[in-house]
């Protein structure tokens, strides 16, 4: 503080926490970061510039660090960290930036490899991933059919992941789940391998693709596989090097393309220029940083066109060709070529006018000459007289000997033998298997790039990127705080990584159904759950067969003539003692599907059930209401998640209670509220009403008020605002507006709590076919044991949800069922 009082806060500052703490002496994590938090709050309000200098350094035993990492799960996440201090953090994900040229061109090699190197000079757990595996390599390398920058990077970058690791889907597989308009399933994929990826990861790079062929805008392709990562955009523009316009021009298309990424939801995190021409490359630089001075796009500078970058290769046209070299080292390919010759003449005919055009173009002033000559196989003349002539100094530089098969005639052994003798160092010879046709044609096509092997152009990449980009810039803009946000995607990924970790039982009772029974096989098949259904077993398989579905990995249970019915029966007599409930009428009870899977969830025989694909609410929790009712919440109540394009939000209660009181609307808050925490929500609970905070009044905001007191008196650690309107809760804009002063959850709610059933239930399904949302629930909220209801319309993917979402349910209630059993033995 006194430092950042006296005016240090003007330079780059790392104030550093180090704590070393010893398994014996170490306090509560909860303690610990408060004391952090608390710090940071006062620092930060004194002197607001020494935001970014923070960066916390801990280390504790690791079981404790993953409590400070949960207690700092809150608005004062430290994201925010000195640009140059280092990537490590007390976060759980990976700090992440999607650099994607906005040109749809694929020059990015010298942005990717310079944003690699430091990171690397960072963190040592650095990744690169590609979710479209773009533009494989061909040729005879070992690096055949990886994507070219996957390649680039394992090989220049020294990056030990398998090549598989680092895309999501291949090219041609993903052109082909987006003609047949498959986005999602593409999207499945990528995700999957994305996360498995970050797991390991402190900082991952990420390269958008241009996929060929491929019709469509590839900057909203880019920009929705973005928003589905949450990550942030880094903008790459290449500059035409004959007319790369004003900076006024250049500024206005930056600006245009953020506006496109963003209206697909995409985070714009800044914008580097690609290709800036030499001569005009300071104008356009400091030009294009005024025009952006108050734009907010963050302007990183430019990286200037370089001719040895800009200048194809041999390796490159050998890649592009699929060529095998057949003579001279590897790494003569790795050199410039400034154009193709093809060879058609006598080989003195041919080096005369090799001759005439080198001292054409001294005469022009042009003094690097070197072609990449092109003659058939048959022509073991040239091959011989260029290889001498080459080694001897006699002709100009040549960048190498193409052969292709016109004459079909293969090297003969005398001038193989001749060959061998002139040693490693003679002129490189690239055999290609096409006619001189197609092998003109496709050398005509090649564009220059930098390969795994280009090491001079690797070389120079790094260094461009080091003089000429403001790389802090990148870092500050990656390290300020933006809240994550829970896609739906990830969500889903989320519960299913909580089913596996913690495997459950549940019981279906509607194995007569195609759709419960394609569901059972998918869930047992991803190994979501562990699955009963209910029916007799030959008419199960019988069933599964006449719908061509596999439930081999799941446990059928005959109601009927089940060996528990007896003991089920004195469970529900008991259970029904004030009723009056005779054995008889117990037995009878049991042969309903969903009394007998309720009871199996009750006496632990099974986690949690779903069902009602086929029956009405009340026949799927009505047995639940009467068994699996604690004492300590007498309320039940439910849930949906709205899984929304970018977000997932929590409604509650639109299923169930038809006009709470205030002390039961409280309930349903708090305990959503502590749904949503389950599932990976951070709860910040809207009470939602008509008026916000007292623009209004009436009964019912009165009702809202009084809900909202009661909730924040029996839950003082949750965020809860109230009363207030939809759009102030969920919409930054808006509540900007329309609340007055600091509020956690204005504008960014998570919960939102509906004042009655007939708002609720209409809202949900309105929000529903109005945005395409996906709806998970009703999750009933309040049993002693999780018990969910479908909708009779359910598709498989709906039960599948549910099925997972009961499963989470299931391992938290036993979770909590343990700490209160540790308490109390502990007390």
């Known amino acids: 503080q006194n430092l950042l009082g006296k005016g240090f806060c003007s330079q780059r500052y790392l104030i550093s926490s180090s704590c070393a703490f010893g398994e014996r002496n170490f306090r509560a994590a909860g303690q610990i970061s408060a004391r952090i938090l608390d710090l940071f709050r006062q620092t930060v309000h004194r002197y607001p510039r020494s935001q970014e200098f923070w960066c916390f350094r801990m280390r504790p035993p690791v079981a404790s660090l993953r409590g400070v ?18 990537f490590g953090s007390l976060t759980d994900d990976a700090d992440t930036v999607f650099c994607t040229n906005v040109s749809a061109l694929q020059g990015s090699s010298p942005v990717l490899l310079g944003l690699l190197d430091y990171f690397q000079r960072q963190t040592p757990h650095v990744g ?32 030990k992941d398998p090549s598989e690791s680092m895309y999501g889907v291949a090219e041609e597989e993903a052109k082909r789940l987006l003609t047949l308009g498959r986005f999602d399933e593409l999207m499945d994929r990528i995700f999957v391998k994305y996360q498995a990826m970050k797991k390991a990861k402190d900082v991952i790079l990420l390269e958008g693709a241009t996929v060929r062929g491929l019709l469509g805008n590839h900057n909203e392709l880019n920009a929705k596989i973005a928003a589905e990562l949450d990550t942030s955009i880094l903008m790459i523009m290449d500059l035409n090097r004959d007319n790369p316009g004003t900076a006024s021009e250049i500024a206005s298309r930056a600006l245009r393309h953020r506006r496109e990424l963003q209206a697909d939801r995409a985070s714009v995190l800044g914008l580097l220029l690609n290709k800036v021409p030499l001569a005009a490359h300071a104008d356009i630089v400091s030009g294009v940083a005024a025009e952006l001075a108050d734009s907010g796009l963050t302007f990183a500078g430019g990286i200037p066109y370089d001719r040895i970058i800009g200048t194809a290769r041999v390796n490159e046209f050998a890649n592009a060709l699929g060529a095998k070299q057949i003579y001279g080292r590897p790494e003569l390919i790795d050199s410039d070529v400034t154009g ?74 005398p001038v193989h033998a001749i060959m061998a003798r002139l040693g490693p160092d003679t002129l490189p010879v690239l055999e290609v298997p096409h006619g001189a046709f197609e092998t003109a044609r496709r050398m005509a096509r090649v564009n220059p790039g930098i390969l795994p092997t280009s090491v001079r152009k690797v070389r120079e990449a790094r260094a461009l990127f080091g ?56 869930v047992a098949a991803r190994g979501i759950a562990r699955v009963t259904l209910l029916g007799e077993p030959g008419e199960v398989a019988a069933a599964a067969a006449r719908f061509n579905v596999d439930v081999s990995r799941c446990e059928v249970e005959d109601h009927r003539s089940s060996t528990r019915l007896d003991a089920y029966a004195d469970f529900l007599v008991e259970a029904r003692k004030k009723k009056a409930l005779t054995k008889a009428a117990a037995l009878d009870q049991l042969t309903d599907i969903n009394m007998f899977g309720t009871i199996m969830v009750a ?31 007498r309320l039940i109540s439910s849930v949906f998640f709205m899984c929304l394009p970018d977000r997932v939000l929590v409604y509650g209660d639109c299923a169930v209670n038809v006009e709470p009181t205030a002390a039961e609307l409280a309930q349903i808050a708090t305990t959503s509220a502590d749904t949503a925490a389950a599932f990976g929500v951070e709860p910040r609970v809207a009470m939602l009403s008509y008026s916000t905070l007292g623009s209004g009044a009436g009964p019912q905001v009165d009702l809202v008020t009084e809900a909202t007191a009661l909730a924040r008196a029996a839950r003082p650690d949750l965020a809860i605002e109230g009363p207030i309107q939809y759009d102030a809760a969920v919409d930054p804009g808006v509540a900007a507006t329309k609340v007055k002063g600091r509020s956690e959850v204005a504008g960014r709610a998570t919960v939102c709590v509906f004042p009655d059933l007939n708002t609720g239930n209409n809202t949900y399904k309105a929000v529903q076919q109005s945005t395409g949302a996906i709806a998970i629930g009703p999750l009933m909220q309040g049993l002693a044991r999780p018990v969910n209801d479908l909708s009779r319309g359910c598709t498989v993917a709906d039960i599948v949800n549910t099925v997972a979402c009961t499963a989470v349910q299931a391992a938290g209630l036993k979770a909590a069922a343990q700490q209160a059993t540790s308490a109390a033995a502990a007390a």
């Not at 990492?69 to 280092?86: D, E």
Request: hydrophobic share 40%; aromatic share 4%; proline share 8%.
């Open 69 to 86: 990492r949960r207690a700092l799960s809150s608005p004062w996440h430290p994201r925010w960290q000195c640009p140059r201090a280092a």
């Open 467 to 522: 003089r000429h980009v403001d790389v802090d810039a990148v870092a500050s803009g990656m390290a300020v705080h933006r809240e994550p946000r829970l896609t739906p995607k990830r969500f889903v990924w989320q519960i299913e990584e909580l089913c596996r970790a913690a495997p459950q039982r549940i019981v279906l009772p509607e194995a007569h159904d195609h759709r419960v029974l394609s569901a059972a096989a998918e």
């Open 128 to 159: 690169f991933f590609q979710p479209i595996g773009a533009n494989p390599l061909n040729g005879a390398s070992r690096y055949t059919g990886e994507p070219k920058h996957v390649a680039l990077m394992k090989h220049a970058m020294g990056l």
């Open 340 to 413: 193709i010759m093809v060879a058609a003449q006598s080989v003195h005919g041919f080096l005369d006018k090799l001759e005439a055009i080198r001292a054409q173009r001294e005469a022009e002033g042009q003094t690097f000459f070197r072609p990449l000559v092109l003659t058939t196989k048959d022509r073991q003349d040239l091959v011989l007289g260029l290889a001498a002539a080459s080694l001897s100094g006699a002709c100009p530089p040549l960048g190498g000997l193409v052969l292709c098969d016109g004459g079909a005639c293969a090297i003969t052994p």
């Open 603 to 633: 006496m632990g025989d099974a986690d949690g059930m779903v069902s009602g694909a086929t029956c009405t609410t009340a026949n799927t929790i009505r047995p639940a209401l009467q068994v699996l009712k604690t004492p300590d919440r």
